[in-house]
Structure formats: C-alpha cells, structure tokens
C-alpha cells in the first residue's frame, strides 16, 4: 500500500506534457513532472520517487529528498509565519512543509530551526509537520541491547545533558559529563546504546568515531572555504567521489558536517553550493 511521505520505486505507465505518470497502486496514477523525469526514463520503468502533496494539495512524485520522510524527526528551518496557520518549515522540497499551530510548542519566527516529526493528518490526508515529539515517539518498549549502534536527533537541552530521538522512535539521553564537544538541537549524528532501564529509558553514548569525526570536519571544511574565498561549489547533487576527492570523507559525514555549520550560522547555500556566514 502506498502512502504519501515515503519513498517508493513506481513503475511509469505513460508520458503526456505535464511529465510522466507513474502508477501508484492504491492511489492510481502519480505525476512526475518533467523537470524531475530522469534522463532516458520510459513507460515500464522504475522511478524511485517520493510522494507528496504539491501546491494544489494533489498528489505528485519527486525524484528530490527530503531532509525527513513520514514518521522521521529532523532539524528544520522555518521559512515563513502565517498568523492563525502555523509555520511552514523548509524540508529540502519545493513546497514547504506546514507546522500547523497547534503541534508547535512554542511562537515561532522565520530563520528559526525547529525539530519535528512529520506526520500524516488523519483529517486533511496531507503531510505536516509537529514539534509535539511526545504524542509520537516512544509509544512501544524499546528493543535494543547494549552497545548496538543507532541514529540520533538531538532534540533539546536539559540539566542533565542532551534528549535525542534514537532511531526516530524512542527518547534517550547523552549525559553531559561525558560529552567533549557541543550538540545542537536538530543534530544529526552516530551513537551507541550504553543502557536501556526497565522504565525504558535509554542512557546514550557517543560513538568515538561518530560525533567526535564530524566536529573537526567541520572545521575542515571552513578552512577549505576560506581558502576558496568564501563559497565553494559542492552540494546535494556532488558525487561521493568529488567529496571524497576534496575532503576525504563519505558523502554522508560530510552533510552531517554541513547540517553542523548551517545550524551554527557558518555557511549558507547558494546556487550550486555553499559560502560562509549567513544570508
């Protein structure tokens, strides 16, 4: 069964001046505009997509990423207030993602990042956005064992040290005491399960190699920008190889990398990459 907010490899079923449409079972047939269609794509072949709503609230498919998809929790930018509304948050799509009102925790204002789950309205059908992290995560035991590695949000700071969101399903927490480097709400990064307490409560820790890598790759990369004179052209489109050619790394390291320095205000994106400070 397809639903919107995930990623699904659909099968084309015939071209018309709109773009290609795409056959999205339960949901019937899918456009993929033109500009999004790849190169040499023809109806009996498979696209993997992701199925949104597009501005007129139909439903559409994007050969774009997303920064977060259906059920997943990420740090993301507001880009626009509407009064009475809510939000609307920059999710890496050409339609922004709304944050109605009532799942914000807070007033919001534009170039503040939020983190937040994104979820399907049961009323409206369509995707939105809520920082009501509670209602959603952690609804089930966690299952994991000691030492076993997992993805981490971080999502806010407390007395003790850092919640994040392990796996997009469950709460844990990296104590401050054992921490050598500063975390960001909204952060993205490697752990490790140290303990999970018979409440269900998870006590984190860091990976060696995870956080502690990124922190001096971010660095690295500043120095690399700087010496470019302020912009450098590498973005979601570069090739594994072109990052690691200039820094050395995984694709993947070095976004988090750059998901470090945006939240901080280092760099901003322009056309084709990205310079230093802000916009």
Known sequence: MIVPGKTWSL??????PPGLYLDGLNLGEILLPGAQIPAGTKPGDSVEVFVHHD????????????????????????????????????????KDLLLPLREQTRSLRTGEWV?????????SGRLVASC???????LSFPEYTEGQAVSLVIAEETDLGFKAVVDHAHWGLLYRTELSTDLVPGDEIEGYIRSVRDDGKIDLRLDPAGYQRVAPLAQEILTALTAA?????????????????????????????????LRKGRIHFVEGGFALGKK
């Open 132 to 138: 009501r992290l509670h209602r959603h995560i952690h």
């Open 115 to 123: 983190v937040a789950i994104v979820l399907l309205d049961k009323v």
């Open 11 to 16: 099968t084309a079923l015939r071209e018309a």
């Open 55 to 94: 501005s007129e609230d139909r439903l559409v498919a994007t050969v774009k990423k997303p920064l977060a998809q259906l059920n997943q929790v990420a740090g993301l930018e507001v880009v626009g207030v509407r009064p009475g509304i809510g939000a609307f948050l920059n999710w890496g799509l050409d």
């Open 229 to 261: 004179g302020g912009t450098l052209p590498f973005d979601d489109k570069s090739t594994p190889e072109a990052i690691r050619d200039k820094f050395a790394t995984s694709k993947k390291a070095f976004k988090q990398a750059l998901g470090v320095l």
